[in-house]
């Protein structure tokens, strides 16, 4: 298969593992249509919290996050992807015009570029190596905060997992946040923080002590509620408020 047919049933084709993927048009990320409350929550709740007037959605796909965070949270994005596939749909989005194509783990961009770095589903694609450039090249555009998730480390067991082919970094919160500590700068003030939510293996990473993740993370969780995109409480908020308060 050549890299523009895989690339064309990586973003359509629901059945193509592993599975997840398929069809932007649906509001949202489309592979899960009730993901986008919650992704929906998350990014309104950073914004909100950071004052945040700049954007990088790194992995935009075909647009429809950078096209959200546009209209309805008044950000400005720029989308980056390393699909070319994906770049020619965003640019079709909301405001897509600013959208480029990159490799994650070399970004194009000044220092200090942007407010927020948004990484959503795609270091999990990634050898080790690639995955560490790609977390210190956000953490150097970043001014205010770096949010990172990826497919919980659970799912590699389920049939999901069975049928996946593409993932490469199947690991829990506490490692990703292990493994982007192990490359920011010394003395930047960056701090990599594991994060409790559930059905994803997300980090933040920040510069503004205990208050940011734990704000977020609460503010985050009441929005999904709102958005119904909180089936129930995640079982490890409460271990996790106690670590973070200790």
């Given at each position: 298969m050549s890299r523009a047919a895989f690339e064309e049933q990586y973003f359509e084709d629901p059945n193509?593992?592993?599975?997840?993927?398929?069809?932007?048009?649906?509001?949202?990320?489309?592979?899960?249509p009730d993901y986008f409350p919650i992704v929906e929550a998350q990014l309104a709740t950073l914004a909100e919290l950071t004052g945040a007037r700049s954007l990088l959605d790194l992995g935009c796909g075909k647009g429809a996050l950078a096209a959200y965070?546009?209209?309805?949270?008044?950000?400005?994005?720029?989308?980056?992807?390393?699909s070319r596939y994906a770049v020619l749909c965003a640019r079709h989005a909301h405001g897509g015009e600013?959208?480029?194509?990159?490799?994650?783990?070399?970004?194009?961009?000044?220092?200090h570029a942007f407010d927020l770095v948004w990484c959503n589903g795609v270091l999990q694609y990634l050898e080790a190596e690639p995955a560490r450039a790609a977390l210190a090249g956000m953490a150097r555009v970043a001014r205010t905060a770096v949010f990172v998730s990826n497919i919980a480390a659970a799912q590699r067991q389920s049939e999901w997992g069975r049928r996946d082919r593409l993932t490469r970094l199947y690991l829990r919160p506490r490692q990703w946040a292990a493994l982007a500590a192990a490359c920011l700068p010394p003395h930047s003030g960056w701090k990599a923080v594991a994060l409790p939510f559930e059905g994803e293996s997300a980090i933040?990473?920040?510069?503004?002590?205990?208050?940011?993740p734990l704000r977020f993370?609460?503010?985050?969780?009441?929005?999904?509620?709102?958005?119904?995109?909180?089936?129930?409480?995640?079982?490890?908020l409460n271990s996790w408020l106690s670590s973070l308060r200790s």
């Open positions: 193509f593992p592993p599975g997840l993927k398929g069809g932007d048009e649906v509001r949202g990320y489309g592979y899960y965070a546009r209209r309805d949270l008044g950000l400005t994005v720029t989308g980056a992807d390393a600013r959208t480029v194509r990159c490799d994650c783990a070399c970004l194009p961009f000044a220092a933040l990473i920040h510069r503004a002590g205990v208050a940011l993370v609460e503010l985050s969780l009441e929005r999904m509620r709102r958005l119904g995109g909180l089936a129930r409480t995640p079982p490890a």
